[in-house]
C-alpha cells in the first residue's frame, strides 16, 4: 500500500489531477518531479478541458498601446461566485518575456514601444501576442507550462512600404496545422502624389514554416485592425464591421479554407441598427456565434446554426437599468457562458460583469491593484507541449516569481 500520495499509482493520480480547479493543478506542479512529470510530460490522461467545462479568462490590464507585460488567470467558476464583497484577486499566470531591442531607420519613431506585446487571441489552449507598430514581431506562449516559441517576422518584398493592421493565430483540423493570419496594406508613391495607391491584401504563415505567403483571396474590409471586435469559433476568426463599414456586418477568415466570407444581420435589423454599430459587440456563448444590441434596448442575439441568417435569434432583452434609476451604457461584450446560466461580460472595456437572467441582476467586480482593462479572452487549459504542437525547436520556458506584482 502506498506510504504517501506521489507513491499512488501513476494512472490513480491522473484521475485526481483531472478533477482538480486548474490554479490547485498548476500549483501540483511544483511539489515533487513525480507531479511535475505526470502533468508536464506525456501526461497520461488528457488534461485539455472542453469548452463546456473550463470557465477561465486570461486577462492583460492597460491599454493597446501600454499593455502590461504580466498576464493573469481567473478562474470565472470560482472568482465570480463570492459573496458581496465583488472582489476579484488575481495571480500572475505569465510574464512577457523581453526581446533584444531591434533598430531600424523605419522604425525610430517607434523605439520606445519595443516589447508592447498585446493579447490578441487563445486558441487551444495557447495564447498569442503581437507587437504594435511598424516592426512587428509576435510570439505563442503555453502559460501553464511557461513554454513560448517567436515566430517568424514579417517580410517585405520588392522595397514596398507595408503598414500592418493586424495579425490573428488559428488552427486548421484538417491539416493539424497552427498559422498566422497578417492583414496589411501596401502603398505605392506619396499620398500627396499623382498615381499614390493604397492596396489591402492578406499573407498567412504556417508555424514551423520559413516564410509567409500571400492569399489570393483579399480581405473584405479595409478596417480589420487590432482595434476591431473580434472572436474565434469553431477554426475561424469574426470581426464585427463597425462604422465606417456600414455595408457590411460581420466578415469571417476559415484558418483551413484560408477564405474571407460575410455573415448576414438578423433578417429583422432595420436602418437603425446598421447606422448605430458602434454600440454593438461580438462574442461566443454556449459555442454560439452572438451580437449585443444597444441601440434602443440591450439584447443578445444567437447565431443557432453558424453562417445562417435565419437562424439568428434574440435570446436575451436585458434591462441594464441600476437602482439608481439611469440605464447603463454599452457596449458590453459577452465573453462566456458559465455553467450554472449566468453570463460574463466585460463593460466599456473597463469592468468585469456577470448577468444572471434568473433574477435579471448585474454584478460588477473590482479588480485589486489595477486601473485600466486592455484585453480578456476566454481560455482552456491545456498541458500541451509546444514542440509537438507546433512542430518547432526553437521553445524556451518563461518562469515568473510568486512575489511578481499584479499590476506590473
Given at each position: 500500500m502506498a506510504q504517501s500520495l506521489p507513491e499512488l499509482p501513476p494512472d490513480i493520480l491522473s484521475e485526481i489531477f483531472s478533477r482538480l480547479p486548474i490554479k490547485t493543478l498548476f500549483a501540483c506542479r511544483s511539489v515533487c518531479k513525480t507531479f511535475l512529470n505526470l502533468t508536464f510530460s506525456n501526461p497520461p490522461v488528457n488534461f485539455l478541458r472542453s469548452s463546456d467545462t473550463a470557465q477561465n479568462l486570461i486577462i492583460q490590464f492597460g491599454d493597446l498601446h501600454k499593455p502590461t507585460t504580466l498576464i493573469h488567470l481567473v478562474d470565472s467558476e470560482l472568482d465570480t461566485?463570492?459573496?458581496?464583497?465583488?472582489?476579484?484577486?488575481?495571480?500572475?499566470?505569465?510574464?512577457?518575456?523581453?526581446?533584444?531591442?531591434?533598430?531600424?531607420?523605419?522604425?525610430?519613431l517607434y523605439a520606445g514601444d519595443e516589447n508592447k506585446f498585446v493579447l490578441v487571441n487563445s486558441c487551444n489552449g495557447l495564447l498569442y501576442f503581437a507587437e504594435r507598430g511598424?516592426?512587428?514581431?509576435?510570439?505563442?506562449?503555453?502559460?501553464?507550462?511557461?513554454?513560448?516559441v517567436t515566430l517568424l517576422e514579417f517580410n517585405?518584398?520588392?522595397?514596398?512600404?507595408?503598414?500592418?493592421?493586424?495579425?490573428?493565430?488559428g488552427f486548421s483540423p484538417a491539416e493539424n496545422q497552427y498559422k498566422v493570419l497578417r492583414l496589411f496594406s501596401t502603398l505605392t508613391g506619396k499620398p500627396w502624389q499623382i498615381g499614390f495607391r493604397q492596396e489591402f491584401w492578406a499573407q498567412v504563415h504556417v508555424v514551423g514554416s520559413d516564410s509567409w505567403?500571400?492569399?489570393?483571396?483579399?480581405?473584405?474590409?479595409?478596417?480589420l485592425s487590432w482595434d476591431t471586435c473580434s472572436v474565434f469559433l469553431?477554426?475561424?476568426?469574426?470581426?464585427?464591421?463597425?462604422?465606417?463599414?456600414?455595408?457590411?456586418f460581420i466578415i469571417f477568415f476559415d484558418f483551413q479554407k484560408e477564405k474571407f466570407g460575410e455573415i448576414l444581420p438578423p433578417p429583422s435589423f432595420g436602418i437603425d441598427q446598421r447606422l448605430s454599430k458602434q454600440s454593438m459587440s461580438i462574442g461566443v456563448l454556449g459555442g454560439y456565434l452572438c451580437v449585443t444590441d444597444d441601440t434602443q434596448h440591450f439584447d443578445i442575439w444567437v447565431m443557432k446554426e453558424y453562417g445562417c441568417q435565419e437562424s439568428w435569434t434574440k435570446e436575451y432583452t436585458i434591462d441594464t437599468t441600476i437602482p439608481a434609476g439611469e440605464p447603463l451604457r454599452g457596449p458590453f461584450r459577452p465573453l462566456q457562458m458559465l455553467c450554472d446560466g449566468k453570463i460574463l461580460m466585460i463593460w466599456l472595456g473597463r469592468a468585469l460583469v456577470c448577468y444572471d437572467p434568473k433574477n435579471k441582476k448585474f454584478r460588477f467586480f473590482e479588480f485589486i491593484g489595477v486601473e485600466s482593462l486592455a484585453k480578456a479572452v476566454p481560455y482552456t487549459p491545456s498541458f500541451l507541449c509546444l514542440k509537438d504542437a507546433l512542430m518547432v525547436d526553437n521553445v524556451m520556458v518563461q518562469n515568473i516569481t510568486s512575489s511578481a506584482s499584479g499590476s506590473d
Open positions: 461566485s463570492f459573496g458581496s464583497g465583488e472582489r476579484v484577486f488575481l495571480k500572475p499566470m505569465f510574464q512577457i518575456p523581453k526581446y533584444p531591442v531591434k533598430y531600424f531607420k523605419k522604425c525610430r511598424v516592426c512587428e514581431r509576435s510570439f505563442v506562449c503555453n502559460p501553464i507550462t511557461n513554454e513560448y517585405e518584398q520588392n522595397n514596398e512600404r507595408q503598414l500592418t493592421m493586424g495579425s490573428w493565430f505567403r500571400y492569399l489570393e483571396d483579399k480581405p473584405l474590409s479595409e478596417y469553431n477554426g475561424t476568426v469574426n470581426w464585427l464591421c463597425k462604422y465606417p463599414e456600414l455595408s457590411k
